[in-house]
């Protein structure tokens, strides 16, 4: 959260639009900015690492409103939205990295786009975090998904891919694919390496 509490430091809660690596973080940014406002600054480090595993709690609880319609019981959907907290995604740095909450983002995103969400309130709230969640360049691969959601959903629950599709446009706009550096050449230079970051990611 370092580069985050710069740009926030010096541009104000506009840095959330400012894209970083490429594309946008603003979960992340939010979560910057909001500790650098409201926590003493030798509390900002505590304040970050809080806010990260609190906002994986949040994805968890609406996993679980997600994934209750196709549990078995009450108990399996807990289990299965209790892994945003429990469970690393992609390397193991995401557990502690502000940055990385991508990846659980990504995976997030999969899951309330496949979720029934029941009345209007629960529609409302997974509509309002897919507008805002989107930030990792993978979440484009989930358009296909979104989709198929908004032609197969019925009545409000069109808004949740409606939303995700919103935040997906937004984001195509301050998306900088150069700044990432990509070298092709590195697959046949470093072929282990390389092999392992794709494995991981996928």
């Given at each position: 959260?370092?580069?985050?509490?710069?740009?926030?430091?010096?541009?104000?809660?506009?840095?959330?639009?400012?894209?970083?690596?490429?594309?946008?973080?603003?979960?992340?940014?939010?979560?910057?900015?909001?500790?650098?406002?409201?926590?003493?600054?030798?509390?900002?480090?505590?304040?970050?690492?809080?806010?990260?595993?609190?906002?994986?709690?949040?994805?968890?609880?609406?996993?679980?409103?997600?994934?209750?319609?196709?549990?078995?019981?009450?108990?399996?959907?807990?289990?299965?939205?209790?892994?945003?907290?429990?469970?690393?995604?992609?390397?193991?740095?995401?557990?502690?990295?502000?940055?990385?909450?991508?990846?659980?983002?990504?995976?997030?995103?999969?899951?309330?786009?496949?979720?029934?969400?029941?009345?209007?309130?629960a529609v409302v709230v997974a509509a309002l975090v897919l507008v805002v969640?989107?930030?990792?360049?993978?979440?484009?691969?989930?358009?296909?998904?979104?989709?198929?959601?908004?032609?197969?959903?019925?009545?409000?629950?069109?808004?949740?891919?409606?939303?995700?599709?919103?935040?997906?446009?937004?984001?195509?706009?301050?998306?900088?694919?150069?700044?990432?550096?990509?070298?092709?050449?590195?697959?046949?230079?470093?072929?282990?390496?390389?092999?392992?970051?794709?494995?991981?990611?996928?």
């Open positions: 959260g370092t580069v985050f509490l710069t740009d926030f430091l010096r541009t104000g809660w506009s840095s959330v639009w400012q894209s970083y690596s490429g594309y946008l973080h603003v979960p992340a940014r939010l979560i910057a900015g909001g500790c650098a406002t409201w926590a003493p600054p030798e509390t900002y480090d505590v304040c970050v690492g809080a806010s990260s595993i609190g906002l994986r709690g949040v994805f968890a609880l609406i996993a679980m409103a997600a994934l209750a319609p196709y549990a078995r019981g009450p108990h399996w959907a807990i289990a299965a939205g209790a892994l945003f907290v429990w469970v690393p995604v992609g390397q193991q740095e995401a557990l502690g990295n502000v940055t990385n909450l991508r990846w659980f983002i990504d995976a997030f995103l999969v899951v309330v786009l496949l979720g029934c969400f029941r009345g209007f309130a969640t989107p930030s990792d360049p993978l979440v484009v691969l989930l358009v296909p998904l979104a989709l198929w959601r908004l032609r197969t959903l019925s009545g409000s629950g069109r808004l949740v891919p409606g939303a995700f599709l919103a935040g997906v446009a937004a984001l195509a706009v301050f998306l900088r694919p150069g700044d990432r550096g990509a070298d092709p050449a590195l697959f046949v230079r470093r072929p282990l390496e390389m092999a392992e970051r794709v494995l991981v990611r996928g």
